[in-house]
Every structure is written in C-alpha cells, then in structure tokens.
C-alpha cells in the first residue's frame, strides 16, 4: 500500500443538534483516485466539508489525520494553505469581488505559505489566461465578479480553475460533474487527469459512472447514512449502476 | 448663542435675536413653525442633537482674504479663501437668496439665519471643480450657506472635500441650496472622513432639479465623530438624481443621512442607493422619504439601503418611505441589515485567504458598487483609498481591485 495522505478516523460530526456522520473511516493514499459514491442525504457533502471546516460542521468524535496531524481544529484557511482544496457542490457568488484579484489573493498566499515567491499581476495573468483557454471558459470571466451571474457549468469550470492555480496536495471535488455538459465534462476531466502526478490525492465525490471514465478511480466507496459500507475497486461502479445503492451490504 | 432659546421666539423676534436682516423673514417664519429639532424630531432622532442645541455656543465670524489657487475654491471658516484662475466659475456673495419655502429641517432655515451672507457660485459653462470646505477654529459655531448656480445645459462635477482637524468641538451648520437649470447636470461628489472629537457638521441642503435636468450625487461618510447631512430635493419634468450614499462609520460614531425626494413633475426619476457599514459601537442613519406629489405622474422612484453591522454593538436606524399621491408611477423601497455573508467567507478563507483579508474583500466588496459608481476614474481611485485608509488604517489598493486593464499588461509582458 502507498503512503496515506489522509486517515479519518471513527469520525463522528453534526450539523445543528443531526448527527450526520456516525463514524467514518477512511483512508486516501498518496497519488491515488478515490470516488465517493452514495445516496442523497448520505453525508458526503458533509464529509468534504467536515474535511475543509465549514462552520456548519461540528466534529463530536473521531479525527482527520492530514499528513499525519490532526486538523479537526485547524481554521480553513490553514487547511487550505497546507493544500487541501475542496471543489464545492455549489459555489457561492461573491459579488463585487473581482474573479482574478480573488484567485491571485488566494494564490500569493499559498505561494508564500510555501516559501515561493509572490506572482505579480501580469504573470499572474498570463498563467491564469492559459488555463481559462484550456478550460474553454469565456475570457471575460477573468474580471468578472467571483462566480456572479455564472452559469452552473461556468461556475464548475472556475472551481477547476482554481484548483489548477492553487496545485493542492488533497483536492476534492464534490459532483465536479453534476450539470455538465459533454465538452465540460471533458474539459474539467482533462484538467483533473492533468493533475495526477503520482502524489496528488483526489476524492471524487458523483453520482454518475460518466465521470469515471475519465479520471478513473483506483478506490470507490459506497457512503450511505453516515458511514462508509464497502470499499472496492472501480469495477464496483457498475454493480452500483446496475443495482443500486439498497442491494450494497456492509462489508 | 444658546440656540434651543429660539424656539420660544416668534419670527419678528428670532429675526432681532439673531441681527439678522429683514430678507430672511421666511427662515425666521418657517424656524419658529418648525421648531428647533429635539430628540424627538423625526430627522434627528438618532443624532443626539439636544446637548449641540443647548450649547452656549460663540458664533464664529471669520475675516475674509482671498488668494487663487490652481483649480480649487477654498472656504475657509465660511469665508472664500481661494478661487481657481481661468476657469469659469463666478464666485460672490449676496443675502438674497431664493430660499427653499418647504424644507423639513429648522436647522437649514438656522444655518440661514446666522449666516451673514451666502456664498454664490454660478458655473455659465462645463467645469470640473474642487471645493475645499476648511475649518480651523475649535469649538465655536459656525454656520454659513453655499448656493450653487448651474445655468441651462451646463455640466459641472464638484468634487468636496472637508479639512478640519484643528477644529474640534467645532458645529457646522452649513450646506447648499443648488439650482440645476434646464438640461443641466450636476454631479457633487463629497468625501468627509471624521474622527472623534472633531467637528461635528449638520449640512442641509436644498436642491433644485429644473426639467430634464440631472443631478448625481455620491455622497461618502467615513469614520467616526457625528455628522448628519439633511438633503430636500425637488424634481421638475423629465428630471432625475441619483443619490448614492455610501457611509462606513466606527468607533462611537452617528452618522448618516436623511432626505425627502419629492417628485413635482411628471416623468421625474429617482434613484436612491444607500450603502451603510457599521463597526463598533457606531450607529447609522438614513431616514429617507421619497414623496411623489399628484402631478408626478409617470415618475419613477426606486430606493434602497443596505446595511453590515460588523459587531453587536453597532445599529443602524434605517427608515426608507414612500409617500405617493397617484397611481401612475414605478416604485420600489427596500432596506436590509445584516452581517458578512459567512459562506462567502468561507469560501474565500477555503481558498487560503486569512479571515481578515476575506472580511476585508468582502467589506470592500460591498463598498466597490457604489464607489466604481463615480464616472471620474482619478475621483473613484481617490475615493477607494479613502475608504481603505478608513478601513484598513492605509491604503494598498492594487491595481486589479481598481481597474479592468490589467489584461492588456499581461498581454504586454507576454509579449515581450
Ligand atoms: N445546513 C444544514 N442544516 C441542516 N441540515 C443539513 C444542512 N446541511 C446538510 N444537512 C442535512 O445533512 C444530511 C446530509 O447532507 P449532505 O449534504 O452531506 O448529503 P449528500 O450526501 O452530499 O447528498 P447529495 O447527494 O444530495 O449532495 C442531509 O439530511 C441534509 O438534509
Ligand atoms: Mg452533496
């Protein structure tokens, strides 16, 4: 087995007085496609975010080892800077917030987090038009408002964006390809598949096997009220597909 | 002076009290109706204005000497100090002014009354002006009346600003009656930034908008101290505004505005944007009215303030109204206060971006709507840096929160 990225443990979390999640375990390992597949309601949203420390989220037991610490504690934006990157289901929209200052903000700080020195304006800009190319987002997106007025597949797009500017160490993607149509769902599938370089962990968070095809996981775990039930490999998708989640025992 | 005592006087008497010439009878009259403002008075209401109307205040007169400067009129303590060479700008005094019949404040008929003379500025042709309000003497009154003339077709932006550290405990009284002709288009742009203790101004102004005249004004009111400016306008035929205020107030502030929009002619439009930021203990105001007379018809008012409270402590007072007299019209009032959006926070601190710096981007956020709404581009990076030295302490505004053309650079070093 590869080294583990993260190890969550017998985690247990609420959101208002719900238990929500009743002690996952669950481990991510270096450099490997993980899918959470599940249920609506299940917990997987709740995960992801129990994961980045949305404040909805109280963590009553259990721990998330990143990188071999323990992060339950941790503000989000320490999470963020030590490389997690979550991809959310629904992105908010920060009007009046200019979409490049946003993304070089967030870029420099990790950047300088890491050591590396700040990007400046116009190499900022060059890198982040490159890749608004590559995704086949409008180059107007660059000076709009921060997901303002975007379209749901835009607004996908430009969670990838980030994903590729900030070149996190843990990213996940909670249904990256919910609402996306075949060119997009290509375009931000070649931008994951370009993201794997052997040390990169991902969690895929979908409901649909299309998405597979094209990141194709190593790991698919079925979440369903609260807890993981089976672990297996990507020949599990089919099964799912075919069976639906009621027939998966606990394994 | 304690001017809480003129409330009692009948006009004749306000009129001998004050020394005040015998033209000014309407203010004497309309000051002696409307009392001076209490606590209770529905403008004043959250401004504590009792202990500055009780007050045995020593009323400034200030000498008068003129110099020119480059392209600004400099009032100092009331009196002209500098008017700008070459540019076409008549500046004088009279005391026969058209005074507004109808206005809600008694503190614009006060401010009238005390001042010996208005000071006039007439604009025959398009300008761009400064207008520097100083004031250098502490704790005394001082009250003085700017009257703005804007001739048919004529286009002016007025950039105000207000200098006035060294005259703390000081009371202004002071605001301008403006008259905007025909087709004319006035724009006032107003920057005060107070700090506690200094001087506290209650500017009242009256504005005349002329049939299918504009008048755009962006009012901003940053830091602490109290300050209240009080706004009646009338709108003719086919006239607009746009009035947007945007107002960050801190510390033990009160701050605000209130104003009555009364549309007169048919087809008149109004448009009325209050953004208000609160901190601290700080309290807000904007108590504003939008009146549409029977023969306003087909006029179109819209209204709206939104307020941040950044701690429990701060509260914002705000009462927007219709008060509408026909049925053909377009109107829409709305208010809202709330905190900083906190999945917007946490989607910007998801990204790595520290809880300060993301309140900060979305406190400025916030602000930019009304701050990009000035068409000025070196007035709007002016602007910007004001509000960040209020926010932040200092300004560093880069270039990609100010302006869109940062591509062009990029394209350019790409190039290279
Ligand atoms: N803010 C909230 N307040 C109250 N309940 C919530 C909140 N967010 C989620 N829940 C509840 O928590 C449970 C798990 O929700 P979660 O979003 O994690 O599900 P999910 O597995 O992501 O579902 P889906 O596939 O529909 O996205 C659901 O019952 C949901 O109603
Ligand atoms: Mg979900």
């Known amino acids: 087995m590869s080294n583990v990225m993260m190890d969550i443990k017998n985690l247990h979390a609420k959101i208002g007085a719900k238990e929500i999640l009743k002690g996952v375990n669950l481990q991510l390992e270096e450099g490997k496609v993980h899918a959470i597949m599940g249920p609506n309601g299940a917990g997987k949203s709740t995960l992801s975010k129990a ?22 504690d941790w503000e989000p934006e320490d999470r963020a800077l030590e490389g997690i990157f979550l991809s959310f289901q629904n992105p908010v929209e920060i009007p009046g917030v200019n979409n490049a200052y946003f993304l070089r903000t967030a870029v420099n700080a990790r950047r300088k987090h890491l050591g590396l020195p700040e990007l400046n304006a116009a190499e900022f800009l060059r890198e982040m038009k490159k890749l608004v190319e590559e995704l086949g987002m409008k180059p ?16 996908k797009r430009n969670e990838i964006l980030q994903m590729m500017m900030l070149q996190p160490d843990l990213i996940i993607l909670d249904e990256i390809d919910s609402g996306l149509d075949i060119d997009a769902l290509r375009a931000v599938s070649e931008g994951i598949n370009k993201m794997k370089d052997g040390k990169r962990s991902f969690l895929v968070i979908t409901h649909y096997s299309r998405i597979l095809d094209y990141i194709e996981p190593d790991y698919i775990h079925v979440l369903k009220e609260g807890r993981i039930i089976k672990t297996a490999g990507a020949e599990l998708v089919a099964e799912l597909e075919e069976k639906g989640y009621g027939a998966i025992e606990e394994a | 002076m304690r001017p809480v005592l003129l409330g009692e006087l009948t006009p004749e008497e306000i009129l001998q009290e004050l020394g005040a010439a015998p033209t000014k009878s309407l203010a004497a009259r309309r000051l002696s109706e409307l009392k001076l403002p209490t606590r209770k008075s529905e403008a004043y209401r959250y401004f504590d204005i009792e202990p500055l109307m009780e007050h045995d205040w020593e009323i400034l007169q200030a000498p008068a000497a003129i110099g020119e400067t480059e392209r600004q009129i400099v009032i100092t303590d009331g009196r002209v100090t500098a008017l700008p060479s070459g540019v076409e700008v008549q500046v004088g005094c009279s005391d026969a002014i058209d005074i507004d019949g109808n206005h809600f404040d008694p503190l614009y008929y006060l401010g009238h009354l005390l001042s010996p003379e208005v000071i006039s500025i007439r604009f025959k042709q398009d300008a761009k002006v400064t207008l520097v309000h100083r004031f250098t003497r502490p704790g005394r009154l001082l009250a003085y009346r700017t009257a703005l003339y804007l001739d048919a077709n004529v286009h002016v932006q007025i950039d105000e600003r207000y200098e006035g550290e060294e005259a703390c405990g ?23 930034t107070l700090k506690e203790g200094d001087y506290t101004p209650i500017l009242s102004h009256r504005i005349k908008v002329d049939s299918q005249a504009a008048c755009r004004l962006h009012t901003f009111d940053f830091g602490e101290g109290a300050g209240l400016q009080l706004l009646r306008a009338e709108l003719h035929e086919n006239a607009r505004i746009d009035a947007d205020h945007l107002l960050y107030a801190t510390d033990h502030a009160r701050r605000g505005t209130v104003s009555q929009i009364v549309h007169i002619g048919q087809s008149s439009v109004s448009e009325q944007r209050a953004k208000n930021i609160l901190a601290d203990k700080a309290r807000g105001i904007f108590d504003a009215l939008i009146k549409v007379e029977h023969t306003g018809k087909y006029a179109k008012a819209h209204q709206n303030s939104k307020a941040i409270l950044l701690n429990d402590g701060a509260y914002m007072a705000s009462k927007p109204q219709l008060e509408i007299y026909i049925d053909d019209l377009e109107a829409s009032h709305g208010s809202t206060t709330g905190q900083l959006d906190e999945a917007q926070l946490f989607y910007l601190r998801s990204r790595g971006i520290a809880k300060e710096e993301a309140r900060k981007m979305l406190i400025l956020a916030f602000a930019n709507e009304l701050i990009d709404a000035i068409g000025d581009e070196t007035l709007r990076e002016r602007i910007h840096a004001s ?27 790409a190039a290279k």
Not at chain 1, 56 to 72: A, F, H, R
């Open chain 2, 170 to 192: 000081a009371l202004i009284l002071g605001g301008y009656d403006a008259f905007v002709a025909r087709d004319a288009t006035l724009t006032l742009i107003k920057d005060e």
């Open chain 2, 387 to 413: 509000f960040e030295n209020a926010y932040w302490g200092a300004t560093n505004v880069t270039c990609m929160e100010t302006c869109h053309g940062c591509e062009d650079l990029a394209a350019e070093s």
């Open chain 1, 51 to 72: 994961i980045t420390g949305h404040y909805d989220v109280e963590v009553t037991e259990g721990e998330i080892l990143y990188k071999g610490q323990n992060i339950v």
């Open chain 1, 140 to 155: 107007e997106m660059i000076n709009r408002s921060l997901n303002e007025g975007f379209s749901g597949g835009e607004k």
